[in-house]
């Protein structure tokens, strides 16, 4: 009788017999693999793609149809042909009698908005830092009027605040005995200016308060331990942790702030004559008053190219001063 013996270990197997296949997505070391197919790639794409080609057509759109008008000869009291203009449209756009008024009011319409929003910003979200009773309402109160649409805000300002007979400050003025001044004719871009800086006021407020809260207090009481003066701790504390929120609130408002047309249109209509008129609303009078497409996307072309320059302006300045 023959007696089965155990053969030794391994003896009669398949080289590799004992060693497990690796599970799918996954090398003989347990590491998952990590390399993509095509296929996984290609599907992320797809699914984006009609998020970004609708964004794409509705930027490229209006902007190919601006560029086509401004080269044209296109007014909207003359149909039919519209003949190849060559640069004709901008040179009468820039050669109007309101073009370079309507640029240096543009100018000081940012300027002065900036600098007073800048300025008072910084101050109120110091004021409304402290701890104070009713510090939350305060700040509500203080930020609302961003929330007030353009052109309410016009209409506001226009009859409640500075209408020379029966407005706010014309009641302040005969109070102290002086003589009510007619802010929409006798200082119209002042007025303007008025309007949209309280309008942005709370914007920068907002963003100063969200960085001081940020502030090293530990920092601040030691330097006043050391004797330093509360101007001596705002000019070298506040000031310089206040600088990049200080240079986002500019490139913001700079932006939107070419484009102020709902307070001119409401309370001035650009006058008296041109003392009042910016570039958007120099571009509307040429589009619906006189008409004339071509002239309107002509500038409309410049305006485009005006806020490029101020953005790539302001992108060099803030990214030396992040770094």
């Given amino acids: 009788m023959s007696t089965l013996t155990p053969s030794p270990a391994g003896e009669g197997r398949a080289p590799g017999a004992d060693t497990a296949a690796p599970l799918p997505g996954f090398s003989q070391s347990g590491k998952k693999k990590n390399k993509k197919t095509a296929s996984d790639r290609f599907l992320p794409r797809l ?6 080609l609708t964004l794409f057509l509705w930027m490229i759109v209006p902007l190919a149809m601006t560029i086509y008008f401004s080269f044209v000869n296109y007014n909207l009291m003359q149909p039919g042909d519209h003949p190849f203009a060559r640069f004709e449209n ?3 756009f820039i050669t109007d009698p309101d073009f370079w008024p309507a640029v240096w009011n543009t100018l000081l319409l940012i300027g002065s908005v900036i600098v007073s929003t800048v300025v008072l910003g910084v101050l109120l979200a110091l004021l409304v830092n ?17 929330f007030v649409m353009p052109t309410v805000n016009a209409l506001l300002w226009k009859h409640m605040m500075m209408n ?15 003589e009510p001044i007619d802010w929409l004719t006798d200082v119209p871009l002042l007025s303007v200016i008025i309007m949209v800086a309280w309008q942005w006021l709370p914007f920068a407020c907002l963003i100063f308060i969200t960085s001081l809260q940020s502030l090293d207090r530990e920092q601040m009481e030691a330097a006043r331990m050391d004797g330093a003066s509360a101007v001596q701790r705002f000019g070298y504390l506040t000031i310089p942790h206040l600088a990049r929120p200080m240079a986002v609130v500019i490139m913001i408002e700079m932006i939107f702030l070419l484009s102020v047309f709902a307070e001119i249109a409401v309370t001035t209509n650009g006058g008296p004559g041109n003392e009042s008129t910016n570039l958007t609303y120099m571009i509307f009078k040429q589009s619906l008053m006189n008409f004339d497409v071509g002239v309107a996307s002509a ?25």
């Fill in 47 to 52: 699914l984006m793609a009609p998020a970004v």
């Fill in 90 to 92: 901008f040179q009468y």
């Fill in 130 to 146: 402290e701890p104070f009773p009713g510090r939350g309402i305060v700040r509500v109160l203080l930020i609302s009027p961003f």
């Fill in 164 to 178: 020379p007979i029966y407005g706010v400050l014309a009641d302040l003025w005969r109070a102290f005995g002086a």
């Fill in 299 to 323: 500038g409309a072309l410049f305006a485009v190219i005006l806020a490029n320059i101020v953005a790539a302006f302001l992108i060099r300045i803030i990214g030396k001063s992040l770094d």
